[in-house]
């Protein structure tokens, strides 16, 4: 009997998505799925079990691959149907939401999934909220025995926002980073280390983009996952166990590299109390591009301003970078090849802020150059025109007063806005809305002429006061 030719039938993988009630599980998939399934259900609580087919290309494949995505309901009362779903899934998505914290649901779906002995990942959600706090989250979740990466554990996580996308699309394959092998050789499995930002080399790629398993020295390499942007030019180890990483980390000295710097000196430079500080957030497609820019912006200088990049960041301008700002702090926001969330528009439009993106280097270097002219203090120089003296108050009321004088110097003109000084010091300003010479009204009179003016002003005039007219130039 001739044996059956066997094939091999790609199955396409299951994820089930588990968590709190209300901490982003349908919301995750309305982003992935590009759909809106949360408006469509009751209270915006999922009450069933959901599957939705997605299609997915992976990296350096044309082929298209499905995965299908399970969306369990997250209230107590549907215990039994997570259960179902942990059961026929090859990986879990374990859902924890930044503002809220580990929470009854969290714990269930967590013994759900290490009952069922599938692998996990955990979402830190809601990053987005201004009540976030990520740490608290990793800490409650190392009470309740689940131990992230870097925190006593081997559970991947990432942090991401299911509402505005942030941390969520593929496409952009994580952060990702170009190096230079000096000695030595990478495979696949070790993990590189540059300062305090770490990479497996399970995704390595050749300057081909192709995958490879191993780099030799001199090869220009692409890592892609690492947890945070590492910095340009700096150098990187690698290691073969997450021990010798840790203890390396710990031991790193900061003060050799320039990373202090970048987090504190290059963000918050010291204001020297003399200039106006015009604040920047900078938001770019790569590293490489938010290091040339302000490279740009300290070209620019002026002795009465100067930039200062607050915040600066890889990627979309997003909902968490608008909401750092409030209406009046007047700051620039720019974004350089990259594009911005729905949310963080709509927030920009309600608060007043305006956006400014390029993609070519110097148009951006004229613009700010416009912004900075414009921005600046102006230095204001007060030049006396003329100066009168006067001999006698005719009438006044509590705005208006009209007066007789004489021109000491130089000229008094009409429709001009003019200092009243008494024993060499100013004691208001008023503005001149008539003015006569010898009864006939006149535009101006000069040095040595009498005259008769009517002054609006709520300081009150009295005979001996000196009034003058000046013009006032900003440079």
Request: glycine share 8%.
């Amino acid at each position: 009997m001739d044996k059956k030719e066997e094939k091999s039938i790609t199955r396409p993988p299951v994820v089930v998505i588990m968590g709190h009630i209300d901490h982003g599980k349908s919301t995750l998939l309305d982003y992935i799925r590009k759909t809106n399934i949360v408006e469509g259900e009751l209270g915006g609580i999922t009450q069933h079990i959901s599957a939705y087919e997605v299609i997915h290309s992976p990296l350096n494949s044309e082929q298209e691959k499905k995965i299908t995505f399970i969306d369990t309901p997250g209230h107590e009362s549907f215990s039994k149907m997570r259960e179902r779903g942990a059961q026929i899934a090859d990986i879990a998505v374990l859902i924890v939401s930044a503002e809220d914290g580990v929470k009854p649901q969290t714990i269930e779906a967590w013994k759900t999934i290490t009952a069922n002995k599938i692998p996990c990942i955990v979402a830190i959600n809601k990053i987005d909220k201004t009540n976030a706090n990520i740490q608290k989250t990793k800490t409650e979740l190392a009470e309740n025995e689940i131990y992230l990466e870097n925190y006593g554990g081997k559970i991947p996580f990432v942090e991401i926002s299911a509402k505005n996308g942030t941390g969520v699309d593929d496409s952009k394959r994580g952060i990702q980073a170009t190096l230079i092998i000096k000695n030595g050789s990478l495979r696949k499995g070790m993990i590189v280390v540059v300062e305090d930002s770490v990479c497996s080399t399970n995704i390595m790629e050749n300057f081909l983009g192709k995958i490879i398993n191993e780099a030799a020295f001199s090869s220009p390499i692409r890592l892609i996952g690492f947890d945070k942007m590492p910095r340009i030019g700096a150098e990187f180890k690698s290691f073969k166990t997450k021990k010798e990483v840790e203890k390396y980390i710990r031991e790193f000295d900061f003060s050799r590299s320039d990373l202090g710097d970048s987090k504190r000196s290059d963000l918050f430079p010291p204001e020297d109390g003399t200039k106006k500080i015009i604040p920047i957030i900078l938001k770019a497609d790569i590293a490489g591009s938010i290091e040339a820019i302000e490279k740009e912006i300290n070209k620019i200088r002026n002795e009465n301003a100067e930039f200062k990049i607050v915040q600066k960041g890889v990627g979309p301008i997003s909902e968490s970078d608008i909401k750092t700002i409030s209406g009046g702090e007047n700051i620039l926001v720019i974004g350089f090849n990259v594009k911005i969330d729905k949310s963080a528009v709509e927030l920009a439009d309600k608060r007043g802020i305006t956006i400014s993106f390029f993609d070519i280097i110097y148009k951006m270097t004229e613009w700010l150059e416009g912004e900075m002219e414009k921005r600046r203090p102006r230095i204001e120089t007060i030049e006396t025109t003329g100066s009168s003296k006067v001999l006698k108050v005719f009438s006044h009321t509590k705005e208006r007063q009209i007066v007789g004088g004489r021109v000491l110097k130089g000229r008094i003109v009409l429709d001009k806005i003019v200092k009243i000084m008494r024993r060499d010091f100013e004691i208001g300003r008023g503005r001149i809305v008539n003015l006569e010479k010898a009864k006939m009204k006149v535009k101006e009179v000069e040095e040595g002429t009498e005259f008769g003016m009517m002054i609006e002003s709520k300081t009150e005039i009295v005979e001996g006061d000196v009034i003058e007219s000046f013009n006032v130039t900003q440079k």
